[in-house]
């Protein structure tokens, strides 16, 4: 489709002006109060030891539900787009499910399944601490990133179509094959938005994980937390946008990851 | 091409994710150079609600130079005073426990945490410190707010949170409850000044003290109701903001007495060293260091020495005692009932009368 | 990966199953039943679970008390705000997102590489900061004289900001991945931009611009903690159902929270369910066309 050029004007200018007043003023704020006072004060911001722990306990989090979130989910997408069974929109929209749970919901729920007195609560007495342990937040974002992936790659799944695979498979390919080189690289591209989207949203999860963690700096607060712990409790404004910027940062090194990653396999 | 292109960012990658991760670095101090008060033979988990921390960020360290508190390290929790009880309630690990109103103790009580006997096992109902209702203003105090009567004069707008999201916000709307009705004697106008000021004077519901802090510093209301130790604090900042933040504060000539009690949680490891923490409050050193952060003392010699740093004449203010006494005569099937117990049931819960202002209020302005 | 892992071993069906029966189990590329079976797992454990347990929750005083729970004025109105303002919000990324989704992939300017970036950064953000923002730049104290703080119009703003990479990373991937050729072989039998736009670009990416659009709507309704400081949380006008929801908390009224999130469970369920049945109509058109 080629479009003219007064066209193709028009529709930048109409979406560039709706994400320069939605979104880059928002971050420019952000970003200009947390650098006014220079790099040197970031900087110290960033490396007290409550945020370098509370940075390592988000990566960690990031990095046990990633993971999980590609296998889980590419399988997810796969048997919902390719499978032939009944009930497929009910279980779609299971899937889509966690958006819709305000993250207040979301702490409650998992406490009245795991904490005291809740239908698993018996695994505390088994000495294993899921509420307020590392388990209870990996599992409240992993309800709150389940859908990511699988929504990123059910429409690529769509679009690309079973030909590729139906033309493999009877050229002798098993199954496993058909995946690791067709399917898997022609949902590159959905995957890695899902997986940009998983990490975005699991650096800015806040309202389950404050519920199901203990609070402590240096053990259970991840950068959220810190995030909201540094503007209520210590009115340590700076800190707390330093912390939020941090955030955007390590969101963005891992979307510039992706796509680096993207462009050098597509240009082997 | 691609081999070079991708090792460098993989190698990268790698090395960062390898120092992150392996965990050096980290530790609970959340100021650049601060000192690091978590190491110890013992251990206490504090679990407390927001506004004391200024205060304790001075009194653990005083606490582990003294000579039963220097083995011993700690872990501070802060959050919403509701829901750190709730999670308290729910076995977070804690030893320790400070809360903005005495029902986050009782529910502690009534799971089974917390001695019912608490208030007895240290001095002045186990509350080391408190603050009281206070009127925080514009600088310049443009409106001239001085009493409770000011609040409800035409275009005048109040920010206060809303106490169904916020326990703590339960004592800024019993100090013009107190004062209107004489101490619960006269309960219609007590209502009846509640109605006016929320019907008229309120139109945003900040979901917490620090919401309504950061709402009327961004320009919305012309009085901020709040504690006294929040209004110093804000004071004490407006060397540094902007302008447009500046602000003051007046105490009414009638407000009410904030009373925060701390406790100790029996299921504690480290229940010797929690009391001790406990009793050492109502030390002559840690009460000094509440009061310049801002805290009023509780004990008699210290309040008279460091009266300067609470300006402000106040002509009564109500304690939760009196008021509970009076609105809880007979409430419990022909019984009394007294303190928060009587305040929550007639003015708080479900059925109270403020949560029905409230829930028929909404804006009309 | 090995041959024994989880993935390998629900996409091969086991050698000695006849061909017809392995074409009738899964579609090609697909994962079969063990496949199935495996995420209906885990969607149960982490999902569905939780859940079950917040309904059970509400209706732990009988049906009476949910009903009386979720009819209260002040609860009503929060969802009927919320559904509203959650729809708008729908409404406007489901244009403007694919009018992003579009510029980022078939046009370029300097800095788009930039802009793309930045799509996914309100989501990094904690809500708190999100919030303190918007409240500084559309408050009282706005340096653009925009003041719409504890207004409807800034519900919208704020979830807007939040729900704006939901239609943008919908689409992106699919117009990639879009087969120009169609396009070109139309354009070469004479058919004009808006008419290759209704009849094949539009179609093909129907499903992703659904599927973002009913994302948007949901996470606009569970959203609260950024616009409670900018809406102003007042009961009846701008009062958000989650918002809500945690005030029950707080008067520990939990059935009644949990009741009131069962409704919006259900609502998002409903919603959902109606643009996947949509959304698969329109692509099944779209195969058969093919």
Redesign the interface.
């Known amino acids: 489709m080629n479009v003219s050029t007064g066209v193709r004007l028009t529709l930048r200018t109409v979406a560039l002006g709706y994400l320069f007043v939605l979104l880059i003023v928002p971050i420019a704020v952000i970003l200009f109060r947390t650098f006014e006072h220079g790099l040197g004060q970031f900087w110290e911001w960033i490396t007290t030891p409550a945020a370098i722990s509370a940075l390592q306990l988000s990566l960690l989090i990031v990095a046990i539900v990633v993971p999980l979130n590609v296998i889980f989910g590419v399988v997810t997408a796969l048997a919902l787009v390719r499978g032939r069974f009944r009930g497929r929109g009910v279980i779609e929209a299971i899937v889509d499910l966690p958006f819709a749970v305000s993250p207040v919901v979301v702490g409650v729920a998992l406490i009245l399944l795991w904490g005291v007195g809740g239908w698993f609560g018996g695994v505390e007495s088994l000495g294993f601490r899921v509420i307020f342990g590392l388990p209870g937040m990996v599992l409240a974002t992993l309800f709150v990133t389940l859908p990511f992936i699988v929504r990123e790659v059910e429409p690529v799944l769509h679009e690309i179509g079973e030909q590729q695979e139906e033309a493999a498979s009877t050229l002798g390919a098993n199954g496993w094959q058909t995946f690791w080189r067709i399917t898997l690289p022609a949902i590159r591209w959905g995957l890695s938005y899902g997986i940009v989207l998983t990490v975005a949203r699991s650096l800015g999860e806040f309202g389950a994980v404050i519920m199901v963690s203990s609070g402590f700096p240096g053990i259970s607060q991840t950068l959220t937390l810190l995030v909201h712990s540094r503007y209520i409790d210590d009115y340590n404004e700076f800190g707390a946008y330093a912390a939020a910027t941090l955030l955007m940062i390590v969101a963005l090194v891992v979307l510039l990851l992706m796509t680096l990653l993207q462009r050098t396999r597509k240009s082997s | 091409?691609?081999q070079r292109?991708?090792l460098p960012?993989l190698a990268a990658?790698a090395l960062t994710?390898v120092l992150?991760?392996t965990?050096?670095?980290?530790?609970?101090?959340?100021?650049?150079g601060?000192i690091?008060i978590?190491t110890g033979t013992h251990h206490i988990?504090l679990?407390a609600y927001?506004v004391p921390?200024?205060g304790f960020d001075e009194i653990i360290p005083a606490f582990r130079q003294t000579a039963v508190g220097s083995d011993i390290g700690f872990?501070?929790?802060?959050?919403a005073s509701?829901?750190q009880s709730r999670?308290v309630a729910?076995?977070?690990?804690a030893d320790v426990v400070n809360f903005s109103v005495e029902p986050d103790i009782t529910r502690l009580v009534k799971a089974g945490l917390v001695d019912e006997d608490w208030k007895s096992a240290a001095p002045y109902n186990s509350t080391p410190f408190g603050s009281v209702v206070a009127l925080v203003v514009r600088e310049g105090n443009p409106k001239n707010i001085h009493t409770w009567a000011d609040l409800l004069k035409p275009g005048v707008e109040v920010i206060t949170p809303?106490p169904?999201?916020?326990?703590s916000a339960k004592w800024n709307l019993l100090a013009p409850y107190a004062a209107a009705s004489s101490g619960g004697q006269d309960p219609e106008s007590g209502l009846a000044f509640i109605s006016q000021l929320v019907r008229d004077h309120i139109?945003?519901?900040?979901?917490?003290g620090?919401?309504a802090t950061?709402?009327f510093q961004?320009?919305?209301g012309d009085v901020l109701i709040s504690y006294e130790n929040e209004a110093i604090?804000l004071t004490k900042?407006n060397a540094s903001s902007s302008a447009?933040q500046q602000v003051e504060y007046v105490l009414p000539p009638v407000t009410f007495q904030i009373e925060n009690p701390m406790a100790v949680v029996n299921t504690s490891d480290s229940l010797t060293q929690a009391n001790d923490f406990l009793q050492w409050q109502f030390t002559d050193e840690a009460q000094h260091i509440w009061a310049e952060a801002g805290f009023r003392p509780v004990v008699p010699e210290v309040i008279a020495e460091t009266a300067d740093l609470f300006p402000g004449e106040t002509d009564k203010i109500w304690t939760i005692k009196e008021l509970g006494a009076v609105l809880g005569r007979g409430i419990d099937n022909g019984k009394d009932k007294t303190g928060w117990a009587a305040v929550d049931q007639v003015l708080?819960g479900?059925k109270g009368a403020i949560?029905a202002v409230?829930?028929k209020?909404?804006?009309t302005t | 990966m090995t041959t024994t892992s989880p993935v390998a071993g629900a996409i091969s069906a086991p050698p000695d199953t006849p061909k017809a029966v392995r074409k009738f189990n899964k579609g090609a590329g697909g994962v079969g039943p063990i496949g199935l079976g495996i995420a209906t797992l885990w969607l149960s454990i982490i999902v569905l679970l939780p859940l079950a347990a917040i309904v059970f929750k509400s209706l732990e005083d009988g049906p009476v008390t949910f009903w009386q729970a979720v009819t209260t004025p002040n609860a009503l109105a929060a969802l009927r705000i919320t559904v509203v303002v959650s729809f708008i919000v729908a409404a406007i990324n489901v244009v403007l997102g694919t009018l992003v989704a579009w510029v980022l992939v078939r046009d370029d300017f300097p800095g788009k590489g930039f802009v793309n970036a930045l799509i996914d950064l309100p989501f990094a953000l904690p809500t708190i900061v999100a919030s303190i923002v918007l409240l500084s730049l559309y408050g009282p104290d706005s340096p653009v004289g925009i003041h719409i703080s504890a207004t409807q119009p800034a519900l919208v703003i704020a979830l807007l900001f939040v729900t704006i990479p939901f239609v943008v990373r919908q689409v992106q991937p699919v117009l990639i991945e879009l087969d120009r050729d169609v396009e070109e072989a139309a354009a070469s039998l004479g058919a004009n931009n808006l008419t290759i736009f209704r009849k094949i670009v539009l179609p093909a990416l129907t499903p992703a611009i659904l599927s973002g659009g009913g994302l948007a709507f949901t996470r606009a309704i569970g959203e609260f903690g950024s616009v409670v400081l900018i809406g102003g949380n007042i009961p009846r006008e701008t009062q958000v159902a989650s918002q809500y929801i945690q005030q029950q908390i707080e008067v520990d009224a939990p059935v009644s929270a949990a009741a009131v999130s069962v409704v919006l469970l259900v609502i998002a369920f409903v919603v959902l369910f109606v643009l996947r049945v949509f959304g698969s109509r329109a692509s099944k058109r779209e195969e058969q066309n093919r």
């Open positions: 091409m691609r292109s991708r960012v990658l994710a992150v991760l965990g050096c670095g980290g530790g609970s101090t959340d100021e650049p601060g690091d978590s988990n679990v927001a921390k200024v872990s501070q929790s802060y959050g509701g829901d999670k729910r076995h977070v690990p809303n169904a999201s916020s326990g139109k945003v519901n900040p979901k917490s620090r919401e950061t709402t961004s320009g919305q604090f900042q447009s708080f479900a949560t409230y829930d209020g909404g804006s």
